[in-house]
């Protein structure tokens, strides 16, 4: 376990040595035979519960389990928008929990995940969807979140980049101040190295291939490296929560689609305000190195590949030109494609299944790397106390059985409407 605490006079007496002699972030662990709760999938939500599992609830014994390398999925391929504007309680709840935890998760876990709270604006294209937008930031400010309805002249001071009109004049927009950006590979390994510091095993090169269960009840886990066994599995495994969920027999809600996003190549300072724009299906940020990142809607059909197709592509960049003209000349660095698991309504599934000892975090669809405090920690609760936390009570697979859908964007529970 790394006892390193990094600091200033940690980075300077390294400086002296060349930067040579720093310990590894975190131990190649080998796997035991039992373990008291095994999480599958090291990404950041998965990473994520077994730090909250170790660290608040005093779980020592506690493995994580990934078949490629830390962060290699939807962790690292992602906007890295963070954010809690959302309209329903339930939801606004819980992405707010995310956000409170993401202001002090780099001092939580000693590691710099480079939360920037630049500011989230959405923009507002007709009246209509600027009444639309006042009624959230309404809804928003009665559940204690900030929010800020801002006219096209002020949109104009704040974002004097946004140039552009066309079919899609900007008439406002509403703006969450604290929203932002944070850095997706210091968040992976942010947590790894804290989950490690409390004594977690963390696996990699490990592919889960079964579940065994035994009268009903979760007994381990058939790997790549071997049976493990445990009475508590949780599953935080992104796109293919469905997969990993029928190796238990449990069949989920759920679809899985390719999501990509794209960056250019770096310029100068530009855009200091995360911009995104629901009409035409647009976001758009500056990375610390200059890059525009920008990503747009889900490829039309369901897919496990972590690639997209050129059609995708092409609408993201006319969503860029139709708003912001001046990034015409700007030239594509790299684009790349993550696996998101849609839900039948829109909002994730965290808790319980329908197998003793069986847990999941997923369904996030274009939420989840936003949560990724609040998913670890509420279902580490769940874990541990074998019953949800009142913030993912809402968020059970029974809803879609029971009708209590908590349906964001109006959907409905059915595919063929979404």
Same mark, same amino acid.
């Given at each position: 376990?790394?006892?390193?605490?990094?600091?200033?006079?940690?980075?300077? *007496?390294?400086?002296?040595?060349?930067? *040579?002699h720093w310990p590894p972030a975190w131990r190649k662990a080998a796997p035991r035979r039992e373990y008291q709760a095994v999480i599958i999938g090291g990404g950041g939500h998965g990473l994520a519960t077994a730090y909250y599992l170790a660290k608040e609830h005093r779980i020592k014994s506690v493995a994580v389990l990934e078949k490629g390398w830390l962060g290699g999925g939807n962790t690292g391929r992602n906007t890295t928008i963070v954010r809690s504007n959302y309209h329903l309680a339930p939801n606004a709840h819980l992405y707010e929990f995310s956000m409170k935890l993401w202001e002090g998760l780099s001092r939580a876990l000693n590691f710099n995940v480079m939360y920037s709270a630049r500011g989230v604006l959405n923009l507002a294209h007709t009246p209509q969807e600027l009444d639309a937008?006042? &009624?959230? =930031?309404?809804?928003?400010?009665?559940? +204690?979140?900030?929010?800020?309805?801002?006219?096209?002249?002020? $949109?104009?001071r704040r974002v004097p980049r946004r140039d552009g009109a066309g079919r899609f004049p900007v008439v406002g927009g509403l703006l969450q101040p604290r929203g932002g950006t944070a850095r997706h590979d210091a968040v992976a390994w942010g947590y790894a190295r804290a989950a490690d510091?409390?004594?977690?095993?963390?696996?990699?090169?490990?592919?889960?291939?079964?579940? &065994?269960v035994t009268n009903g009840a979760v007994a381990g886990v058939e790997t790549t490296q071997g049976f493990i066994?445990?009475?508590?599995?949780?599953?935080?495994?992104?796109?293919?929560?469905?997969?990993?969920?029928?190796?238990?027999?449990?069949?989920l809600p759920i679809e899985s689609?390719?999501?990509?996003?794209?960056?250019?190549?770096?310029?100068?300072?530009?855009?200091?305000?995360?911009?995104?724009?629901?009409?035409?299906?647009y976001y758009v940020s500056q990375s610390a190195k200059g890059e525009l990142?920008?990503?747009?809607?889900?490829? +039309?059909?369901?897919?496990?590949?972590?690639?997209?197709?050129?059609?995708?592509?092409?609408?993201?960049?006319?969503?860029?030109?139709?708003?912001?003209?001046?990034?015409?000349?700007?030239?594509?660095?790299?684009?790349?494609?993550?696996?998101?698991?849609m839900s039948?309504?829109?909002?994730?599934?965290?808790?319980?299944?329908?197998?003793?000892?069986?847990?999941?975090? =997923?369904?996030?669809?274009?939420?989840?790397?936003?949560?990724?405090?609040?998913?670890?920690?509420?279902?580490?609760?769940?874990?541990?106390?074998?019953?949800?936390?009142?913030?993912?009570?809402?968020?059970?697979?029974?809803?879609?059985?029971?009708? &209590?859908? $908590?349906?964001?964007?109006?959907?409905?529970?059915?595919?063929w409407l979404h």
């Open positions: 376990m790394s006892s390193t605490r990094y600091s200033l006079y940690a980075l300077a *007496r390294n400086a002296l040595t060349g930067h *040579r937008f006042a &009624r959230r =930031g309404n809804a928003m400010r009665l559940n +204690g979140i900030d929010a800020e309805l801002l006219s096209r002249d002020e $949109i104009r510091a409390h004594g977690v095993d963390i696996i990699e090169r490990c592919e889960v291939t079964g579940i &065994r066994a445990t009475q508590k599995l949780g599953i935080a495994v992104a796109g293919n929560s469905s997969r990993v969920a029928a190796m238990a027999g449990v069949r689609h390719v999501l990509q996003a794209l960056v250019t190549e770096p310029v100068k300072p530009c855009l200091d305000t995360v911009v995104t724009s629901g009409a035409v299906h990142v920008m990503g747009g809607d889900i490829d +039309g059909y369901n897919s496990y590949a972590q690639r997209g197709n050129l059609p995708v592509i092409e609408h993201v960049a006319e969503a860029c030109l139709l708003l912001f003209p001046s990034f015409s000349r700007l030239r594509m660095l790299r684009s790349w494609g993550g696996i998101v698991d039948m309504d829109g909002s994730p599934i965290i808790g319980k299944l329908p197998v003793r000892g069986l847990y999941m975090t =997923g369904g996030w669809c274009y939420g989840g790397f936003k949560a990724t405090p609040a998913s670890g920690f509420l279902l580490a609760h769940t874990m541990a106390h074998d019953a949800p936390h009142a913030l993912n009570a809402p968020f059970s697979l029974e809803r879609f059985a029971e009708g &209590r859908l $908590i349906d964001e964007r109006g959907a409905g529970a059915a595919p």
